[in-house]
């Protein structure tokens, strides 16, 4: 689709008629239950900010930056200040053991970073399976007064093209970059019906990335509290899923669809790995020693 100007007035938009017949053909544009699944060249950008901006929105996004991934830190604000939600009201938060290592970010305007210390933990699994309880209770104790959408993302990624309003929506995936091309028999789901986060073989839509998912504050605390007691659950009953939150994630996923996914765009595998499908690299995971980075194996 070519991406032409709108022009905003204080009464109307004007811009270039859409077309219902005209439109990316190498990618699916939408899921079966009907949800927009969102690529490059499927939206016009300038005509999606014009109708968020009316809003007047603010976009909570949260980060955890344990142990040695304090280094991903300044990267990960530098660039989210360039790309991410330019023109809207954001407000970081970082969960962090070592506040005193956060380095200063120089922020835009209506752009905010609060700092929280969080206990220092000895295993990446569990650093993985406490977000789920931390975010809950971030969103009960304060975002319900602040926010309106909210964004959970991993902070060892790196923002190389826009990330806009055009992500928004009341429960958002993102379809993960390793899996998307995969029959559903190749997803790492968990496999074993003693865990909560159990997909049988043979079921399954898409394999969501754990790194990047948001919407609406009541919708993002309804998966959050619930993969927070499924992890609890098979804490209780000795089982730990394969992929910890992300397992739970997807299952959770399954069961409650998504309203809006995002392509492999908004979390690819890295800026230099190239696919046909992949126009623009919006978020990418930085490539990193996880031997050295992980405090274990």
């Not at 070519?2 to 190498?26: F, H, M, W």
């Not at 991410?84 to 970081?92: E, Q």
């Not at 079921?203 to 969501?208: F, L, M, N, V």
């Not at 504050?217 to 009953?237: F, G, M, S, Y």
Request: aromatic share 12%; proline share 5%; charged share 20%.
């Amino acid at each position: 689709m070519e991406i032409k100007t709108c022009v905003s007035t204080a009464y109307r938009l004007v811009y270039n008629q859409p077309s219902a017949l005209v439109g990316r053909t190498d990618v699916a544009s939408v899921t079966p239950w009907s949800a927009p699944i969102i690529w490059e060249g499927t939206f016009d950008p300038t005509l999606i900010d014009s109708i968020y901006k009316q809003q007047n929105l603010t976009i909570a996004t949260t980060v955890f930056a344990l142990g040695k991934y304090t280094r991903f830190i300044k990267d990960f604000l530098e660039s989210a200040e360039q790309h991410y939600l330019v023109g809207f009201r954001v407000h970081y938060y970082l969960f962090t053991d070592q506040p005193e290592s956060v380095p200063e970010v120089k922020m835009g305007e209506n752009r905010s970073l609060t700092v929280l210390t969080v206990q220092s933990l000895n295993r990446w699994q569990d650093i993985s399976m406490n977000r789920m309880e931390k975010l809950e209770k971030l969103i009960e104790n304060e975002l319900v007064r602040e926010a309106d959408y909210i964004f959970c993302l991993d902070i060892d990624g790196k923002f190389y093209g826009r990330w806009g309003a055009e992500s928004l929506g009341r429960l958002v995936g993102v379809i993960h970059p390793w899996f998307y091309n995969f029959q559903r028999n190749q997803f790492t789901y968990e496999r074993r019906p003693e865990s909560l986060a159990y997909i049988p073989a043979g079921e399954g839509d898409y394999y969501y990335a754990g790194a990047a998912f948001g919407g609406t504050l009541e919708d993002v605390l309804n998966l959050t509290k619930t993969c927070r007691e499924h992890l609890n659950i098979d804490a209780a009953n000795s089982i730990e899923a394969l992929w910890q939150e992300e397992s739970h994630l997807n299952k959770y996923f399954l069961l409650n669809k998504p309203s809006k996914l995002l392509s492999p765009e908004y979390m690819w595998r890295g800026i230099n790995i190239g696919a046909a499908q992949i126009k623009i690299v919006r978020l990418a995971n930085v490539p990193k020693n996880y031997a050295e980075v992980r405090p274990n194996p």
